[in-house]
């Protein structure tokens, strides 16, 4: 294999772990926040969360760098390119009726998916309202007052 090529993915394997860690990191600091027992710990877990985000933020835009990804020096995060892409793709699409039709296709389909997820949930909690319940009875005839 050749040198040049290795170096940019074992670079970009390095971001990814590194993105990993710092993605970890900020999803476990609102719990660790929660859970601070003295004003200098909390502040401390407080900075160490802001810095994996901005670490994480930095990361991303070198690991977009290494694959090729630029941006324009006023374009922050490529919103103008993503822009003109999704009006490109709304123009094209504007008059493709078979478009239309797989789009109110998918909206159905993800309405008949949430009312299916919301009455499994209801019923995951009905059935533990109702083994709660059942062992609270139980718990209170053999060992009520």
């Not at 600091?29 to 900075?47: D, G, K, M, R």
């Not at 822009?83 to 998918?106: C, F, N, P, T, Y």
């Not at 009905?126 to 209170?140: D, G, P």
Request: charged share 20%.
């Amino acid at each position: 294999m050749n040198a040049s090529l290795k170096q940019p993915k074992l670079a970009l394997g390095l971001i990814e772990v590194g993105l990993t860690m710092a993605g970890i990191v900020a999803a476990i600091t609102p719990l660790a926040l929660w859970a601070a027992w003295s004003e200098t710990v909390f502040y401390t877990i407080l900075s160490v969360g802001c810095g994996a985000f901005l670490v994480y933020i930095g990361l991303a835009r070198d690991g977009g760098y290494l694959t090729g990804e630029q941006y324009a020096e006023a374009d922050a995060m490529g919103l103008k390119s993503w822009r003109q892409r999704r009006e490109d793709w709304e123009r094209l699409h504007m008059d493709d009726r078979a478009v239309g039709r797989r789009q109110r296709s998918i909206k159905g389909d993800a309405s008949r998916e949430f009312s299916l997820m919301l009455r499994v949930a209801c019923g995951l909690i009905l059935t533990a309202a109702a083994m709660f319940t059942a062992l609270w009875a139980i718990l209170e005839t053999y060992y009520g007052s």
